[in-house]
């Protein structure tokens, strides 16, 4: 059977309208609020919550797939028992996402193996379904892209780009000097961000030891100075969970 030409008219003006789930549900939830003998009112107040909760669901969707976690980790499976050196408080406070609203930045200082990249992840992931637009990259990744970029020719499109960020994290700055350029580079983000983008920036190197890595002192004391502004610090300075999970699981054996 054809469509008569007043549902043909409202299918199209549901998809004029981009409301998907409306299109493809107004039918049964006229059935269901038929039967329930809901009003005129009713019927549309359920289909637009369907579409509404579709949507927020979608763009959440969208968010995570934007900011390119490498894993999705997130607070309830990060035991802080085994890393007591951690401020919880300050990390739940920290997931509730206020600082993101204020621009300010967070700084995870720790060894190897201390849940830092996951903490990081984690707090992403939570600022994502908040709404916020977040972006994760290894530091040395976001370094290595900046040079690509400015060779291509396309650095500043990219520049604008994690300026429309609300989160920029920078996992693992590292043993591993930067290039002149790159470090330069480095340095221009988190000036651009200043105030306007938070950024959290995951290290096992202690303050003294950045200028190894940036390659220049003034550089580092610029980069710094911007960075610890408007600053949390979280220090996570307990074992490896690395080691102890396999010293854990060598022992079960
Ligand atoms: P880091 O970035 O400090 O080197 P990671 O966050 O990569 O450490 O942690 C290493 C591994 O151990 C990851 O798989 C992480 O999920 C896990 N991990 C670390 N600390 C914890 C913790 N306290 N609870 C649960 N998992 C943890
Ligand atoms: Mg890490």
Redesign the pocket.
Known sequence: MSKDPSTLLLEHHLKALKLPTVLRDYLSVAASCSLERDSYPQYLLRLLERELLDRERRSMERRLKEAQFPTT?TIE????A??PS?NEALVRELLRGDYIGKKENVLLV???????????SALGYAACTQGRRVRFFTTTGLVTQLLEQREARSLQRFLRQLERQDLLIL??LGYVPFVKAGAELLFDVVGRAYERTSLLL?T?LPFEQWTEVMGSERLTGAMLDRLTHRVHILE?NGP???LQ?AKARLKRR
């Open positions: 980790k499976s990060f035991d802080f085994a890393q951690l720790g060894n190897p193996g201390t849940g830092k990249t996951h903490v990081a996992d693992e995951t096992n996570a490896s969970y690395r999970d």
